[in-house]
T-cell receptor, first 117, second 112 residues
Framework: GAVVSQHPSRVICKSGTSVKIECRSLDFQATTMFWYRQFPKQSLMLMAT?????????EQGVEKDKFLINHASLTLSTLTVTSAHPEDSSFYIC?????????????FGQGTRLTVV | AQSVSQHNHHVILSEAASLELGCNYSYGGTVNLFWYVQYPGQHLQLLLKYFSGDPLVKGIKGFEAEFIKSKFSFNLRKPSVQWSDTAEYFC??????????FGSGTQLTVLP
């Protein structure tokens, strides 16, 4: 299957700082990318959907000013957690999809473990 | 809104035992259904998917799932599990919103 690379895989930052997570589709053009958050022993919760060249669509309850998403190219989307706090500590996962059709498969990155101290 | 329910939070089996993980979804329209697996320390991988056609879907590593529309179910099965199947399994549904909604996951532990 197609490869989605997420970087970094693990990051520890101080409270109040910002952290940028990158998600790259390595062998296909991702028209749509998704950002998820996974708390321990819980499922993946969709945070936002981004289409290349347009503003991301955020799910209800997700602060768009706190979780900045940029999808400037067909192979790269970034999630920036601004002014991070300990409650933002979580596992963040991106996925990328090549087409717009409903039955197009999405591929997942390996995730980023964020710890805010 | 679409939702997915996985009733088994943790399943423990011995090697060679048969596996069935439950998945029920809530959505009135046409759906695509998926099972993903997450091995320890690794990313989500697609096990199998259903879009249309034969409701019995065969995936990788000997897994299969059956879509029963009348029951809104898409249970995952494997006739004989191996120690290497120890992982977390997620059922997911995609409706007209085109985004995946995941179940809460089932942790499978296979004892050698």
């Amino acid at each position: 299957g197609a490869v989605v690379s997420q970087h970094p895989s693990r990051v520890i930052c101080k409270s109040g700082t910002s952290v940028k997570i990158e998600c790259r589709s390595l062998d296909f053009q991702a028209t749509t990318m998704f950002w998820y958050r996974q708390f321990p022993k819980q499922s993946l919760m969709l945070m936002a959907t981004s289409n290349e060249g347009s503003k991301a669509t955020y799910e209800q309850g997700v602060e768009k000013d706190k979780f900045l998403i940029n999808h400037a190219s067909l192979t790269l989307s970034t999630l920036t957690v601004t002014s991070a706090h300990p409650e933002d500590s979580s596992f963040y996962i991106c996925s990328a999809r090549e087409g717009q059709l409903m039955n197009t498969e999405a591929f997942f990155g390996q995730g980023t473990r964020l710890t805010v101290v | 809104a679409q939702s997915v329910s996985q009733h088994n939070h943790h399943v423990i089996l011995s090697e060679a035992a048969s596996l069935e993980l439950g998945c029920n979804y809530s959505y009135g329209g046409t759906v695509n259904l998926f099972w993903y697996v997450q091995y320890p320390g690794q990313h989500l991988q697609l096990l199998l998917k259903y879009f249309s056609g034969d409701p019995l879907v065969k995936g990788i590593k000997g897994f299969e799932a059956e879509f029963i529309k009348s029951k809104f179910s898409f249970n995952l099965r494997k006739p004989s599990v191996q120690w290497s199947d120890t992982a977390e399994y997620f059922c997911a549904v995609k409706g007209s919103a085109r985004q995946l909604t995941f179940g809460s996951g089932t942790q499978l532990t296979v004892l050698p």
